[in-house]
């Protein structure tokens, strides 16, 4: 059982957004700023998005972006794109263990 | 280019340890952490531990305190990462994993290394 919630699907229509969420406690989300994101396509590793709840490594493109208010972590894709469709993992550091969440799977319509 | 190159699947009976290896190349061996997440058929990853390549420190969930070991090679900067007495829960992926620079996020995966708990 994971330590953060996901809701288990999320989905969009080219061009719309989609934000997805991701809560935890004040032990993780909430007490520290190293909430990350991945992406995941089926038979991939994992893909970085979003690191230190709002910022994006090179080559991410900036319809990506993150989020923190209180407990809760938030992904937002902007402007979908067919290859935006894959699971999207949240994780947070919590002192021990790190958690990660069970995982959103995006359905571009 | 970075990549992180493990070991190839296994299969093992349980009670048995399993040893996965994990070659860095393309970035300076020591400047950078390396975790080891674990996802079992079906679910979600876990966390396993980190090492210090500079100093070989490690630090481990405490699920798999007593039971885990990370190790690295300098010379042939290559990351390891033991797992025993292994039972058909441990049957998962394992991949290793850099981390960016002291912020707890992963910016290279290795190809991930199924081990198969089975008697």
């Known amino acids: 059982q994971s330590a953060l919630t996901q809701p288990p699907s999320a989905s969009g229509s080219p061009g719309q957004s989609v934000t997805i969420s991701c809560t935890g406690t004040?032990?993780?989300?909430?007490?520290?700023?190293?909430v990350s994101w991945y992406q995941q396509h089926p038979g991939k590793a994992p893909k970085l998005m979003i690191y230190e709840v709002s910022k994006r490594p090179s080559g991410v493109p900036d319809r990506f972006s993150g989020s923190k208010s209180g407990n809760t972590a938030s992904l937002t894709v902007s402007g979908l794109q067919a290859e935006d469709e894959a699971d999207y993992y949240c994780?947070?550091?919590?002192?021990?263990?790190?958690?990660f969440g069970p995982g959103t799977t995006v359905t571009v319509l | 280019q970075v990549q992180l190159v493990q070991s190839g699947a296994e299969v093992k009976k349980p009670g048995a340890s399993v040893k996965v290896s994990c070659e860095a190349s393309g970035y300076t061996f020591t400047a950078h952490h390396v975790h080891w997440v674990r996802q079992a058929p079906g679910q979600g990853y876990e966390w396993m531990g980190i090492i210090n390549p500079s100093d070989g420190s490690t630090r481990y969930a405490e699920k798999f305190l007593g039971r885990v070991s990370m190790t690295r090679d300098t010379s042939t900067t290559t990351f390891y990462m033991e797992l025993s007495s292994l039972t058909s829960e441990d049957t998962a992926v394992y991949y290793c994993?850099?981390?960016?620079?002291?912020?707890?996020?992963?910016?290279?995966w290795g190809q991930g290394a199924l081990v198969t708990v089975s008697s």
């Open positions: 994993a850099k981390d960016l620079s002291g912020t707890w996020s992963f910016d290279y």
């Open positions: 994780s947070s550091y919590a002192g021990n263990p790190f958690v």
């Open positions: 004040s032990s993780d989300v909430g007490g520290y700023n190293y």
